[in-house]
């Protein structure tokens, strides 16, 4: 899509999807006018419009999921004369109950398992992230189960073949075990070691797998002069699970490690759920040498399925949909509200069951 269809498809939407693409991407966005709006959103992200293309079209299709699914009234209610004296204030009012009967446990079930081999085909993100990374630090935003390993490998096989170090970390040790592994694998056990409070395996290899402390530690100790870590051939750092920048104990660990991680290596931070990414590439804008590019999307490549399970371990899917249905609080399964009633039965001493 050029510029020019994106920011017609733009002007078509209300306001309010403008705002929530604005989230994240444009500060102070909430007293811009609609066609401010649309171009600030467009020139914060001339290096991703596919990116903002695509949030776009999620948000549309969730949109237009809500609009195709509305929710018939059980009862009826026959509109009522407001008192003269009543407050303005609408009263709330619960959301009436659907009278569909609900998904079966087989549809709910349907499409999942090992689906049909295809020959791989690179998303645009991933190649966008890829072609980022050839000229500055990219961070990347994307849903759960989207592919971000996909571009952790490819990336450090490009340093590799530029004769390059790699270190890949993740926030736990189970999680580095098991990309040494499935990293093992794809380049040969030789090319890759491991660095963990646990382990150490293959230490002088090209790729290193480590937890992101230990590696903060390494240029902790690199800056004060006191061990040789090869930092000079050092040509990439993949932070995996990077949201954990945020955390209350541990977040400082990610930022010490963006600090000190030598200027001449290539940063990419993989997280599936940064609230404020934008932010986030725009401080490592700020400390870097070059400017830092941001690649996100929010459309689930997986979708997601809500399911109950009670614990005489009967399944039923939550909601009367398929898919989750965003914002209807009232499309609980009929099955799950039963076996939900039946636990608390259970569970709760009696005459307290919650109805
Ligand atoms: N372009 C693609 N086309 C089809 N399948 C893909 C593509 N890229 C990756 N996959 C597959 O998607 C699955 C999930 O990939 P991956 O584990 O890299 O996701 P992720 O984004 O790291 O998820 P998580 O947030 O859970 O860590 C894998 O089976 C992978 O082979
Ligand atoms: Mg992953």
Redesign the pocket.
Same mark, same amino acid.
């Given at each position: 899509m050029t510029t020019d269809e994106l920011a017609q498809l733009l002007a078509q939407q209300p306001v309010a999807i403008l705002h929530r693409l604005a989230r994240g991407r444009v500060q102070r966005h909430f007293r811009a006018g609609k066609r401010r709006l649309i171009d600030m959103l467009i020139q914060h992200s001339t290096n991703n419009l596919a990116g903002l293309e695509s949030d776009l079209q999620a948000l549309i299709e969730e949109r237009q999921s809500r609009v195709q699914t509305p929710v018939p009234p059980a009862n009826p209610v026959p509109p009522r004369q407001t008192a003269p004296h009543t407050s303005r204030r609408p009263t709330r009012t619960h959301e009436p109950e659907s009278t569909e009967p609900g998904v079966t446990l087989t549809a709910w079930l349907e499409g999942l398992g090992v689906p049909t081999p =295809?020959p791989? $085909?690179?998303?645009p993100w =991933?190649e966008e992230a890829l072609a980022g990374l050839a000229e500055t630090d990219v961070v990347v935003s $994307?849903? !759960? @189960? &989207? @592919?971000? !390993?996909? $571009? /952790?490998v490819e990336a450090a096989r490009r340093a590799m073949s530029e004769n390059r170090t790699i270190i890949y970390t993740s926030p736990l040790k189970a999680l580095s075990n098991t990309k040494f592994t499935e990293f093992s694998k794809i380049f040969g056990s030789d090319q890759v070691g491991i660095l963990t409070g646990d382990r150490q395996d293959n230490a002088q290899a090209p790729i290193l797998i480590m937890t992101t402390e230990i590696l903060r530690n390494l240029l902790y100790d690199a800056a004060s002069g006191e061990i040789d870590v090869r930092l000079d051939t050092l040509g990439l750092v993949i932070l995996?699970?990077s949201q954990y920048i945020a955390d209350p104990e541990r977040g400082v660990v990610w930022e010490e490690t963006i600090i000190f991680c030598p200027s001449q290596a290539k940063l990419l931070l993989? &997280? /599936?759920?940064i609230g404020n990414p934008q932010d986030i590439a725009d401080w490592l804008t700020s400390i870097r040498p070059s400017p830092c590019r941001l690649v996100r999307h929010s459309k689930r490549?997986?979708p997601l399925r809500a399911g109950y399970l009670h614990p005489n371990g009967k399944l039923t899917p939550l909601f009367r949909t398929a898919g989750i249905p965003y914002g209807h609080p009232g499309q609980l399964h009929p099955e799950a509200k039963r076996l939900f009633l039946q636990y608390e039965e259970d569970t709760l001493p009696s005459g307290r069951t919650r109805r």
């Open positions: =295809q791989f $085909v690179p998303d =991933q $994307v849903p !759960t @189960g &989207s @592919g971000k !390993t996909y $571009v /952790a995996d699970e993989l &997280s /599936a759920s490549t997986v």
